[in-house]
T-cell receptor
Framework: DAGITQSPRHKVTETGTPVTLRCHQTENHRYMYWYRQDPGHGLRLIHYSYGVKDTDKGEVSDGYSVSRSKTEDFLLTLESATSSQTSVYFC????????????FGSGTQLSVL | RKEVEQDPGPFNVPEGATVAFNCTYSNSASQSFFWYRQDCRKEPKLLMSVYSSGNEDGRFTAQLNRASQYISLLIRDSKLSDSATYLCVVNMNTGGFKTIFGAGTRLFVKA
C-alpha cells in the first residue's frame, strides 16, 4: 500500500474557525487529491494537485483552499468552518495520471459544531 | 439524474454465490473506469480497472459497455470477506479533469 498519512484522524471544531488537514505521502506520486464523503453521496472531489504548486478545483471547492509546497505534502484548509463541512475527508494520490488508480489515506473525521 | 448511478443494495448473498453489480454513467465523454471496494469506516481501495475488452482478476470480472454506458462487476464464488461497499468511478475529460464516484453498492455475504 502507498504510504499516505492523514492528520489529524479526528477533529471537532466550532463554526467559524479555520481548520487545516494534512496529507503526507512517501511514494513520490505526482498527483494528489482531497475528497469528502457524506452519507448518500459518492466521494466528491474538493481540490487536486498535479505537481508542486499546481492545484485546481474539484466539484465542491467552495469554502476550501489547498496548498502543495512539496511533493509529499498536500494541505486542505477550511477557511471558516461551517456545519455543512462536517464530513469524512480522504486524501488520495496517484502516479500514472489524473484520476488513475487512486491510493487513499485512512481519512479524517471532521465535526463542525 | 446523477452522472454515475449505482443500485445501493444491499445485496445479501450466500457464500459461494455469484453476484453482479452494474454502474451506469451519463456522459459519453467518459474515458476511464474503475471499481473500488470500501469496508465499513475504512478508506476505498482499488479493486480493478475496467477495460473495453473486459478484464478478470481471480474471482472478479469487470466489463465496460460503451454503447449502453455502463460498467459491471461480477464476483464468483463469493467469500465472507467480500462483504463491503463497491464503488464505481468514472473519469471524464470535459475540458478539464473530472472524476465521479458512484455512491456505492453494499454487499453482504452470509455463511
Amino acid at each position: 500500500d502507498a504510504g499516505i498519512t492523514q492528520s489529524p484522524r479526528h477533529k471537532v471544531t466550532e463554526t467559524g474557525t479555520p481548520v487545516t488537514l494534512r496529507c503526507h505521502q512517501t511514494e513520490n506520486h505526482r498527483y494528489m487529491y482531497w475528497y469528502r464523503q457524506d452519507p448518500g453521496h459518492g466521494l466528491r472531489l474538493i481540490h487536486y494537485s498535479y505537481g508542486v504548486k499546481d492545484t485546481d478545483k474539484g466539484e465542491v471547492s467552495d469554502g476550501y483552499s489547498v496548498s502543495r509546497s512539496k511533493t509529499e505534502d498536500f494541505l486542505l484548509t477550511l477557511e471558516s468552518a461551517t456545519s455543512s463541512q462536517t464530513s469524512v475527508y480522504f486524501c488520495a494520490t496517484s502516479e500514472t495520471g489524473l484520476g488513475e488508480k487512486l491510493f487513499f489515506g485512512s481519512g479524517t473525521q471532521l465535526s463542525v459544531l | 439524474r446523477k452522472e454515475v448511478e449505482q443500485d445501493p443494495g444491499p445485496f445479501n448473498v450466500p457464500e459461494g454465490a455469484t453476484v453482479a453489480f452494474n454502474c451506469t454513467y451519463s456522459n459519453s465523454a467518459s474515458q476511464s473506469f474503475f471499481w473500488y471496494r470500501q469496508d465499513c469506516r475504512k478508506e476505498p481501495k482499488l479493486l480493478m480497472s475496467v477495460y473495453s475488452s473486459g478484464n478478470e482478476d481471480g474471482r472478479f470480472t469487470a466489463q465496460l459497455n460503451r454503447a449502453s454506458q455502463y460498467i459491471s462487476l461480477l464476483i464468483r464464488d463469493s467469500k465472507l470477506s467480500d462483504s463491503a461497499t463497491y464503488l464505481c468511478v468514472v473519469n471524464m475529460n470535459t475540458g478539464g479533469f473530472k472524476t465521479i464516484f458512484g455512491a456505492g453498492t453494499r454487499l453482504f455475504v452470509k455463511a
